[in-house]
């Protein structure tokens, strides 16, 4: 145990977390079990790290950080582990990634029921099914998901500002008013392509390459966050990777099921479910038709943020297609975003229609009022037209 207490107090004592997330001020830290779910390389050790540092500081063995990588967990159980924590005064246990652990889920229980005065908080991978997989964490669990950085968290740690988000009702309503806010203190343009080749992973801070750890990054979401956590023989993990690489190079489109299951040698109903797979690990986003979801075909897979396509096929970066990943990667985490039939745009949160569009074609575009415009290359707005980076402040 001492050996783990060292641990903890050097990593929280040599945390600098560079942006503070909002999901810690979004989280009821009352609860005693807490999942924050997330893609590998979003933060979720810096930020439990954070935690710590926050509520506990350096030296205080009442918190206590592990990391389910340590061999030591082969031989002892979470809940074992829990007992002699609790036992010497703990009070928050945070565990990094919990699913390295096979009996994880009845661990937690375990604990959750022999220690009433000990808080868990947990990290795993976006690939878990906190509830639906593991009756029993239900109705004890609260989860939640960490995202990487925003482009307002970007700006904020580039430019040093201290910019707040704003919802989506705020930015259609009172866009205008909301970047004459902005502006004086800060030129987004000016920071926006860097955001998409490299800023919402947080490891671009990392004297790295960046695309070379991106890579690395993607294959661990790959071999581990499906693999492991699906359970899905080593076998067939070459398929999923040229899967994915099929998916991306092939840009923002309706996928070809028949065709991919001829390229990967596997039935359609695989494809499907190894689509969503890469869905679920992060890798990509999938849009449908209003009214329609899983396990039929998307109308069109796109990567899951753009810093992804400038790492998986750089020299093939379309620019409509990078801007429209970033419009859906932005609203995905707490909106509902479908395609509007074959024409260019989408529906949100089945209210809302937009189209987005280059501002230097404004001579080639038809402007409707029944339709928001989000456009990039430029950094004003006026009426429904609306710059697309602000969305990149929702969060």
Not at 359 to 379: G, L, P, Q, S, W
């Amino acid at each position: 145990m001492e050996s783990f207490f060292r641990t903890h107090a050097y990593l929280v004592e040599h945390t600098n977390a560079p942006v503070r997330r909002i999901l810690m001020d979004e989280i009821d830290w009352n609860h005693r079990l807490i999942g924050i779910k997330g893609s590998r390389g979003v933060g979720k050790t810096t930020f439990l790290l954070q935690y710590a540092k926050e509520q506990f500081g350096v030296n205080d063995r009442q918190c206590l950080y592990v990391n389910m990588n340590n061999f030591y967990f082969q031989g002892r159980g979470i809940a074992d582990f829990a007992g002699d924590f609790v036992g010497r005064g703990g009070k928050v246990l945070l565990i990094d990634q919990v699913f390295k652990e096979p009996n994880w889920s009845r661990e937690l229980r375990k604990c959750y029921d022999l220690y009433p005065g000990l808080k868990i908080v947990f990290t795993g991978s976006s690939v878990m099914r906190l509830k639906e997989e593991n009756p029993e964490l239900n109705g004890i669990v609260q989860s939640y998901n960490l995202r990487g950085f925003s482009f307002r968290e970007f700006i904020n740690l580039k430019a040093g500002t201290a910019l707040h988000p704003y919802s989506l009702e705020e930015i259609l309503t009172n866009h205008e008013h909301i970047i004459k806010e902005i502006l004086p203190r800060v030129s987004p343009l000016r920071y926006f392509q860097d955001y998409l080749h490299h800023g919402y992973y947080p490891f671009f801070l990392e004297q790295r390459n960046f695309s070379e750890n991106l890579l690395k990054t993607m294959n661990m979401m790959t071999e581990v966050d499906i693999l492991l956590i699906k359970q899905i023989e080593l076998k067939y993990l070459t398929k999923i990777k040229k899967l994915f690489y099929l998916l991306s190079v092939d840009g923002s489109k309706a996928p070809n099921i028949s065709n991919l299951a001829e390229e990967i040698e596997t039935s359609r109903a695989t494809v499907m479910n190894y689509i969503k797979n890469l869905a679920d690990a992060r890798l990509i986003n999938m849009i449908y038709p209003v009214g329609e979801d899983f396990p039929k075909k998307p109308s069109k897979v796109m990567l899951h943020n753009s810093n992804l396509m400038y790492a998986i096929y750089p020299i093939h970066v379309e620019k409509q297609d990078v801007m429209e990943t970033f419009f859906v990667n932005a609203l995905w985490k707490d909106h509902v975003i479908n395609q509007a039939g074959k024409d260019p745009h989408y529906i949100v949160d089945g209210r809302y229609r937009f189209r987005i569009c280059d501002a230097t074609n404004d001579h080639k575009i038809r402007y409707n009022d029944n339709t928001v415009y989000m456009r990039y290359n430029t950094e004003v707005g006026q009426n429904n037209r609306i710059p697309l980076w602000l969305l990149g402040f929702l969060y």
